[in-house]
């Protein structure tokens, strides 16, 4: 089953305590949805209580057998019960090896009973954290590292392990022994035993607490340097063919290499001062056990104890030792759990800047007329992108953008997908706010084709089939006829199951591009942006995309965010864009009667386009 749907409860604020991280997992530790995993908590739970049980008692069979083999033993006088008063000792011996065999084991059936649950509650808030992800805006990721978030989470996913393990396995289990221990020491020595217990338990906790915290400051830095490193690697792998371009190796090498070796100092401070840590807490239980041991050798000398009583009191201290040693770890991991959650937290507790209102319905699409009315928009509120744009795309129809670099146009694709919100005006489609209906539905009723397309590391396939995901086969087939790219596809070994690469690498920029027109072809949406999706072709591939991408828009609402404007000549109108308002429209002839911007755009692209062809011809010639 799936874990709890949690995404629309609102997340709760970073957790600093114990206590409220614990709340904060109850959900997902006891799911309402799942009777089987309650059970098995349940026999967790059990199976620790016995488990404890037996572990206070193996002292006992310690003692007693202790005493039945020592020169006090009691003598039977019965000769009929000769042979019982012999195996006595032995009974002793092989009652002591079968508890802690049995203890061990229930210890293990617990652990493994409760296994399932904090997987459970691991995969559910991985789970919902990625969902949060998707949920943020495009302005958060543009400003976060991926390789960066990929390790706060993968370090939230540890932290969140960890604490449910170590308080549900280990914390609680602790605190039943020691309640135990404490209790069997006083009934069967005296208070004096347990106030040096009691004393040496509170020493060692005490100095596990502050030197855990020295030890936080010092893990907070090596995480900031593991994801510094981590972000690099990721950063300069996606930028694999950046980097060969311009022979930047040793400059990523050394890049890299620094940012390890902030790590490398950060962990080596980690590991000298856990050693520390645990040399002080060897030396305080060390004492706190000799005096214990003093304690009851000197009354076992003045025939107050047997000598099983000594050996009792060893066997307890050397089975508190445990979890007393795992009260530091306790401690010292949780925190450091809490830490690890404490990025992975701040994630959740982001806010998403688009959300859709209450019961938002879904977006009817009759004709697909799409109408910016006095879009008003901005990123940085001391610079307004767009300054009032108003245009429509009547049905079927086909309007380009075109503009110098900055002037917003790609920021109209962004809104009309609702990427991010106007701050006035509005976007209509079929007389609808986009604002008003759920983003679902928008996203829908809308393709792109971007200028650079990025591939799943998965099948050709699988990208195409991307566009609508479950369909057939031979409608992926058919897409990928209608893209023109059916016939490369056959040509490649393994056809429609050919892997493609990190981020596409496999294929050329014409055949990514062709990928993306089939995959829009596939998802067969009745509104299409295409934002500049051949700017970064060459000439010849960019002609061939272009009539491919003029039969996509045949029928369609589409609007051309253009940089060539060889590209739009035959749309049904062009707006030209500066500083934030139309500073132009009308068809091509239309604009070029005007000798204005668009003219000169033109006559600018004409230009270099000519020297680029003398350039090819003159290369052509030399060689």
Known sequence: MSPPNL????????????????????????????????????????????????????????????????????????????????????????????????????????????????????????????????????RFHLQRRTGGLSRVIERGKAGIET?????????????????????????????????????????????????????????????????????????????????????????????????????????????????WLNIGQTVIFGIGMTIVMVLSAWEVSQGKQSIGHLVMINAYMMQLSIPLNFIGTLYREISTGLIDMEAMFKLLDEPAEVTDKADAPDLVVSDGKVAFKDVIFSYDPDREILKGVSFEIPAGKTVAVVGPSGAGKSTLSRLLFRFYDVKGGSIEIDGQDIREVNQASLRKAIGMV?????????????????????????????????????????????????????????????????????????????ILILDEATSALDTHTEREIQASLDD???????????????????????????DGVVAERGKHSDLMKLNGIYHSMWERQRAADAARETLAKVVAEVE
């Open 7 to 138: 995404q629309n409860t609102p997340m709760p604020k970073p957790k600093a305590k114990v206590s409220e991280t614990i709340a904060f997992l109850k959900p997902y530790l006891w799911p309402s949805d799942r009777a089987d995993l309650k059970i098995q908590v349940i026999w967790a739970l059990l199976a620790m209580l016995v488990g404890k049980l037996l572990t206070v008692i193996t002292p006992y069979l310690f003692k007693w057998g202790v005493n039945a083999l020592g020169p006090h033993a009691p003598q039977v006088q019965n000769p009929g019960f000769w042979s019982l008063i012999l195996a006595m000792p032995l009974l002793m011996v092989i009652g002591y090896g079968i508890s802690r065999i049995l203890f061990n084991v229930f210890n293990n059936i617990r652990d493994a009973m409760f296994a399932a649950v904090g997987q459970h509650a691991v995969r559910g808030l991985a789970n919902r954290a990625f969902v949060h992800l998707h949920n943020l805006s495009l």
């Open 163 to 275: 604490i449910i393990r170590l308080t549900m396995m280990v914390g609680i289990p602790t605190i039943v022994e020691f309640v135990l221990t404490a209790v069997i020491i006083a009934f069967q020595f005296s208070w004096i035993y347990v106030v040096v217990v009691a004393a040496t338990v509170f020493v060692y906790v005490w100095f596990s607490i502050i030197a855990s915290n020295w030890r936080i400051s010092i893990r907070k830095d090596m995480n900031e340097a593991d994801s510094d490193s981590m972000s690099k690697a990721v950063d300069s792998l996606l930028n694999f063919e950046t980097v060969k371009y311009f022979g930047n190796e040793a400059h990523e090498s050394a890049r890299y290499d620094r940012a390890t070796a902030m790590y490398e100092k950060a962990a080596i401070r980690t590991y000298t001062s856990l050693a």
């Open 450 to 526: 971007p200028q650079d397309t990025v591939l799943f590391n998965d099948t050709v396939g699988y990208n195409i089939g991307y566009g609508r995901y479950g369909a057939s086969r031979e409608e992926i087939e058919d897409a990928a006829e209608a893209a023109q790219i059916a016939g490369f596809i056959s040509t490649l070994p393994k056809g429609y199951e050919t892997e493609v690469g990190e981020r596409g690498l496999k294929l050329s920029g014409g055949e990514k591009q062709r990928v993306a027109i089939a995959r829009t072809l596939l998802k067969a949406p009745p």
């Open 552 to 578: 996509v828009s045949k029928n369609r609402t589409t609007l051309v965010i253009a940089h060539r404007l060889s590209t739009v000549v035959g749309a049904d109108e062009i707006l030209v864009l500066k």
